[in-house]
């Protein structure tokens, strides 16, 4: 496909999705509820095809020598399957925000003021590897009242085709336009320049993937972008603190998993409780095999820790996103140095305290700038599911609009209402 067929090609995908949208935005919470639930029937009911689709894919990374872990992603096996079904039923389950009323005022003119929750209208998504995130859009499409345009990474194309199929089908089931969700079938990578410069069709765009995808979106794209480029988290041990609790939340916000962007990559310790505390989180992550790049006050207290892989600590270890079993360690005079530290190193994400000090507390929610902020609780918590969101479509760091995990209240938006009885301005 030449240039100009990729750029009609997305062109007729904009109208047809500007024309979707007014049908999506106006649908009743049953219809849109019974097409998650025929989507959920449907990633079941064709299990067996979706992994001979998904089969191809999986031969033609390997084929292409893609590493494990990418192969990995890319795999749509029946666990993976039903956790897209429950997805789309707990979507189902969940309250229509759509056409919410809040904050009616009475003013002294006797009008009444408020705010309405409405859909965005058309947003597009460009994402990379995980076939499922297909599923994840479609449905949070479907449940804000949105039209979307999917464009996944051609290393899935065969697995998100087939995915795209019964979407559609359970569109139709609906009564709801087939071209609610569409998927560019294209691997050709201008069509997501085109895509991302269509302010006539598409009102935001949504990048999931890595940071190279995200930074190039970012400079290109021709409308807003809800993103986030690097998951730089922090967690505070304060003075005091309960070192026990400090010692098991530490733990699970970095080795839980190291690859998600909410993982805790550097450890902030107050000086006044650094000499009991890092020797025994030293001890942890030596056991797991966590490499600590520490400052120089913090590697003298580490250096009695059997076994622990230790390394100085250089300038840029503060801005880093190692997504590995590695973390920065650093210590600090107290909360006021750790906020200072985070603000200016963070990639304001998530950031956590653990504190006894319910003042210093207060403090770190005040006055550390991310879009997550926490009290003594790990940062594997920023996560649309564990928000009570149902789902998330990404997390984006951005003051504007959406902030944090993005669920279905990040796809819409707010119209102001007035409400009178013939009053007229003076």
């Excluded at 320049?193 to 995808?213: N, Y």
């Excluded at 140095?337 to 504190?355: F, G, P, W």
């Amino acid at each position: 496909m030449n240039a100009l067929n990729i750029a009609e090609t997305m062109q007729a995908l904009g109208l047809q999705a500007k024309q979707a949208s007014a049908q999506m935005a106006k649908a009743p919470s049953a219809i849109k509820n019974k097409a998650l639930l025929a989507l959920a029937r449907l990633l079941r009911e064709q299990s067996d095809a979706l992994q001979a689709d998904n089969a191809k894919d999986l031969a033609r990374a390997q084929a292409n020598g893609l590493s494990a872990p990418m192969v990995d992603r890319l795999r749509l096996t029946p666990a993976v399957l039903e956790t897209c079904a429950q997805g789309c039923e707990q979507l189902a389950a969940m309250a229509d925000v759509v056409g919410e009323v809040v904050g009616m005022k009475q003013m002294p003119s006797g009008i009444r003021v408020g705010q309405m929750r409405v859909p965005i209208g058309v947003f597009g998504m460009i994402y990379e590897s995980r076939p499922n995130v297909t599923i994840e859009a479609a449905s949070l499409s479907i449940k804000s009242g949105n039209a979307c345009i999917l464009r996944g990474g051609s290393e899935a194309i065969d697995s998100n085709k087939a995915l795209a199929r019964l979407v559609e089908q359970a569109l139709l089931e609906a009564g709801l336009p087939a071209a609610g969700v569409q998927l560019v079938q294209t691997t050709d990578r201008e069509a997501v320049g085109q895509l991302i410069a269509m302010p006539a069709f598409v009102d935001v765009i949504i990048p999931r993937g890595g940071k190279g995808l995200i930074e190039r979106i970012s400079r290109d794209a021709k409308v807003p972008v809800i993103k986030h480029l690097d998951g730089n988290c922090h967690t505070y041990i304060d003075a005091p603190c309960d070192l026990d609790m400090a010692v098991k939340v530490t733990e699970n916000a970095k080795t839980q998993k190291y690859s998600p962007c909410n993982a805790t990559e550097s450890l902030l310790v107050a000086r006044a409780v650094a000499a009991d505390f890092l020797p025994r989180i030293g001890a942890v992550f030596a056991a797991k095999g966590v490499e600590m790049r520490a400052d120089a006050e913090a590697l003298a207290l580490l250096q009695s820790v059997p076994g622990a892989s230790l390394l100085p600590a250089t300038e840029q270890d503060w801005s880093e996103e190692y997504l590995a079993a590695v973390i920065s360690i650093k210590v600090v005079e107290g909360v006021q140095e750790a906020i200072a530290h985070i603000n200016q190193y963070s990639s304001h994400h998530t950031e956590a305290i653990i504190t006894r000090d319910h003042m210093h507390a207060q403090q770190f929610l005040r006055e550390v700038d991310s879009a997550s902020v926490m009290v003594n609780a790990s940062t594997r918590f920023a996560d649309g599911f564990e928000y009570g969101l149902g789902a998330e479509i990404g997390i984006s760091t951005d003051k504007f609009h959406a902030r944090g995990p993005v669920g279905i209240e990040g796809l819409t938006s707010l119209k102001y209402i007035v409400l009178g009885e013939g009053e007229v301005r003076g």
